[in-house]
Nanobody
Framework: QVQLVESGGGLVQTGGSLRLSCAYSGRTFSSYAMGWFRQAPGKEREFVAAVSLGGATTYYADSVKGRFTISRDNTKNTVYLQMNSLKPEDTAVYYC?????????????????WGQGTQVTVSS
């Protein structure tokens, strides 16, 4: 059974930075592409970023491109989301997700496992 546990959320001022981590346990981490999604109050969950099995391929939502960086460490079974130049509109619960397979994916339905989420709040 795959389990995902996010950490690193919190309260930060506009322009600040946070690094989210997602610890993976279960079957071989390197067999899963990973993604980050977020859900703001009153809104649907949306794609943020994704990374391929080995970390060579990444993909970002336009709203975070140039500010966020997704990476993974397959020796630590962990995926990261470095968030810089944060804006109030980045406020949301951030979820980590795992997808068995080679390629990155941007749709929720393509992911097999989800974490419980971590709150990120950006104050203006």
């Amino acid at each position: 059974q795959v389990q995902l546990v996010e950490s690193g959320g919190g309260l930060v001022q506009t322009g600040g930075s946070l690094r989210l981590s997602c610890a993976y346990s279960g079957r071989t981490f390197s067999s899963y592409a990973m993604g980050w999604f977020r859900q703001a109050p009153g809104k649907e969950r949306e794609f943020v970023a994704a990374v391929s099995l080995g970390g060579a391929t990444t993909y970002y939502a336009d709203s975070v491109k140039g500010r966020f960086t997704i990476s993974r460490d397959n020796t630590k079974n962990t995926v990261y989301l470095q968030m810089n130049s944060l804006k109030p509109e980045d406020t949301a619960v951030y979820y980590c997700a795992a997808r068995r397979g080679l390629r990155v994916a941007i749709r929720e339905g393509e992911y097999d496992y989800w974490g419980q989420g971590t709150q990120v709040t950006v104050s203006s």
